[in-house]
């Protein structure tokens, strides 16, 4: 039997796998989008339906009164303000040190870079609840507890191994060669930096950025230890308030929870393409 015979006998198998793997990454995606969707439709039923013990699918009738409420509920304006104020902050300034440590890491041969390396992943693996005791205590003897950049300093800290990593995967695929002929032509490092490395190293940049506002624009277990301010509460800590002695008001809870999600995601879905390059980077050169 020829090869080409041999090949167009495996043709049908091979189909007939790639089937069932379409038809489990279907499941898969379905299951997984599922507490979506059912947050989104939950956040457009009236109370009366989401209490009821007959749920469907689709809602029965469909109101925007959830999302006045929401709206209407107080503290909304500081809670927008702290969450921007703490996630644009800890984002900035853990890109800039990210950064740095990334150069200095991916450009530099000094003693103990791969054992940093080495630590910078373990201390990724560590879950936050481990250090929660340690960091409060911390945090109280220096005055950071209901202060807005003790949880900046918590988040900030938090991403940056994993976004040094990050960028270091560009670092190290940006040659040499490139910043010693700027420096040739007159650019200091720094100017080699701005003009050269810098415009290569965005979609690594972005990419962090995202992991690290998805963090700090998500987070609440920090964010409900540290503050305790109604006036300083994040959006996550915010959603609390939905819940009182009266019981929950369901409705305006998910339309809340539908609101802050749908910044990031579509902040994502934007640049979703440059963060699928910044995980890959470094596979090969590093």
Known sequence: MSSTTKTQALRPD???SRLHLDILGLGIAVVMIFPVYWLVISSLRPNREIRSYN???WPTS?????????VDQPNFTTAIQSSLIVAVT?????????TLAALAIGRFRFFGRKPLLLIMILVQMLPPTAMLIPIY???NAMGGIDEYWGLIVVYLVATLPFATIMIRGFVVNIPVELEESAMVDGLTRFGAFRKVVFPLLAPGL???SIFALVNAWNEYLFAYILINDNSKYT??????????ERGTDYGALMAASTMIALPVVIFFMII????????TSGAVKG
Not at 62 to 70: E, G, H, L, S
Not at 90 to 98: E, K, N, R
Not at 236 to 242: A, I, P
Not at 272 to 279: D, F
């Open 206 to 208: 972005a990419a962090a």
């Open 272 to 279: 979703q393409k440059k963060m699928a390059a910044g995980l």
């Open 137 to 139: 205590a911390q945090l």
């Open 235 to 244: 959006l996550n800590v915010w959603l609390m308030t939905f819940t009182t």
């Open 14 to 16: 091979r189909k007939k």
């Open 90 to 98: 800890a984002v900035v300034g853990g890109m800039i040190i990210a």
């Open 62 to 70: 469909i109101t925007f009164d959830n999302f006045a409420r929401a």
């Open 55 to 57: 749920q469907t699918l």
